[in-house]
């Protein structure tokens, strides 16, 4: 879940969202994992909802650090990131 762009009904194309290693910098550093997130509707309260647990599948367990990117015709805007724990 995460909160739509404030233009995201003018110009955001689609969202990426991208796994970092844990203590990495998503400025700098590359992403271990990408998913395109097409550009969903958001609810009500501006929340995106999307279900990639097929995604987190993939990864193996441990800590990281994930991001959610607007894209545009405009160019890339970054959200700020969180800690994801992924267990097995």
Avoid: Q
């Amino acid at each position: 879940m995460f909160g739509a762009s404030a233009d995201h009904g003018t110009n955001v194309t689609s969202y990426v969202f991208e796994v970092f290693a844990a203590g990495a910098d998503p400025w700098t550093a590359t992403p271990l994992a990408a998913s395109n997130l097409g550009k969903p509707s958001p609810a009500w309260n501006n929340e995106i909802m999307v279900d990639r647990a097929a995604f987190f599948s993939e990864l193996a367990g441990g800590d990281y650090v994930a991001t959610v990117t607007a894209v545009g015709p405009n160019g890339r805007t970054r959200s700020g990131s969180v800690s994801v724990s992924v267990e097995r």
